[in-house]
């Protein structure tokens, strides 16, 4: 189940980089995007999604790897520690 889960956000993720011309990094925008449209039932508010991503965006690039990604969905969802 975890791993139909897991291909289902790479699908997402690689779908929205690849709009950005990459396959492997979603800018900020790009990521609040894919945030806003695929997990809208999750997000309280503007406020607390840019707190989580500026949290989780560990190398401060300004860009979002997939793991940073599966940090952000499973902070989100509350499925993560």
């Known amino acids: 189940m975890e791993h139909l889960l897991n ?3 790479l699908k997402y993720f690689t779908q929205y980089a690849l709009q950005e011309g990459s396959t492997s990094a979603l800018s900020i ?4 995007s894919l945030l806003q449209n695929q997990f809208a039932q999750y997000l309280k508010d503007q406020f607390s999604l840019d707190n989580i991503i500026k949290s989780l965006d560990k190398n401060k690039d ?3 790897s997939f793991d940073e990604f599966m940090m952000i969905v499973k902070k989100i969802t509350g499925t993560g520690q």
């Open 7 to 9: 291909e289902n956000l």
């Open 29 to 32: 925008g790009g990521l609040k």
């Open 62 to 64: 300004g860009s979002v």
